[in-house]
């Protein structure tokens, strides 16, 4: 018996507690956690920087309504923006609430609204995220949807060429299609789309949602490619575990997202701006962005000498392998020898360690995976 409408398919796991990289479940059994709640828990499971942030906070105020100044949602929004052609900010509380606003941004700054996102992408649950997510099965059921989008191939060039046109108001896309399967943008796309966007003034919007605030190795994963977003989304990693999501664009949208075009009352609540706040000083520096990528490049190296056969995807600590084999098999073969991972797609592994797992923590997944998957 359950009071829980079924719409997860729940593990029968009970976690109930976490320690940086580890977690351990009812039973008092211990797991090396690899999803790290699916790219959220950025320093692990409760880091003491962001324990202290949400205990001063929580001590202080707990709300305040947007009625009121913020000085704090300020200096978050100035961080995100910093070294970046980005000029402003909006919170909120997730990341599909940070699409929903950057759709709605779009369509009021062009006057127009037709949208052009990719097959297997993934944007959130909300009608429009919903509507603009390239995934049948997450459609299905709902009856009509926003009819607005129009889902291109990935990394197709000539299929995007033809799909745009007078009526485009953006192009939205993932730079790793996270969910879908940890494809990555190929650089001639990327170009392409740039092109595009540069040519016809069509709006260019990035879900980092996943792939945010060094996930990838770079504050964005844009950062890497030659796209310049004038939307970006984020959420999962912005708060490492307290929720929170955010809007950042560029400094011609201002006026057209002025004092009553969109809201929301719990976005940019203190504590979230708190913890917020701490992930993005201790994340968003040259020396831990750089360890990320040392941790990346080791973790993509100890995969392709352990498990040659398997394609490794991805960058950063969002990597995915590639399998021929069932995906649910596999991740319950990992949980039972106590390695937690998640599936992207159909057919492949994702591995979201936390931003800060260590060579030997790394080495400790890899044993594990290697008695499930040799
Ligand atoms: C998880 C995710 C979302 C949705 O975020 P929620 O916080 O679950 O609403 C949107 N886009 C991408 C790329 C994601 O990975």
Known sequence: MTALFQNYGRRPINLVEGQGVYAWDSTGKKYVDFTSGIAVLALGHCHPILVNALKEQSEKLW???????????????????????????????????????????????????KMITFV????????????????????????????TFEYVEFNNIVALQQAVDDETAAIMLEVIQGEGGVNTVTPAFAEAIQ?????????????????????????????????????????????????????????DLFDSFGPGTHGSTFGGNPQAVAVAQAISDTVLTADFLGNVQASSQYFKEQLTMHFPQYEVRGMGLLLGLALDKPIPEIVAACEEIGLLVVGAGATTLRLLPPLNVTNAEIDEAIALLKSVLL
Not at 76 to 92: E, K
Not at 203 to 208: A, F, Q, R
């Open 195 to 251: 092109k595009i966007c540069d040519d016809t003034g069509i709006l260019l919007i990035v879900d980092e949602v996943q792939t945010g605030i060094g996930r990838t190795g770079s504050k964005f994963a844009y950062e890497q490619t030659v796209l310049k977003p004038n939307i970006v989304t984020l959420a999962k990693g912005l708060g490492g575990g307290f929720p929170i999501g955010a809007m950042l664009g560029t400094a």
């Open 120 to 147: 297997n992408s993934f944007h959130g649950r909300t009608f429009a995220a919903m509507s603009a997510t390239g995934q049948e099965k997450v459609h299905s059921g709902f009856g009509p949807i926003v009819e």
């Open 63 to 113: 709300h305040v309504s947007n009625l009121y100044a913020s000085p704090q949602q300020d200096r978050l929004a100035a961080d995100l923006v910093q070294d970046t052609h980005l000029s402003y900010g909006f919170f909120c509380n997730s990341g599909t609430e940070a699409n929903e606003a950057a759709i709605k941004l779009a369509r009021k700054h062009t006057k127009k609204h």
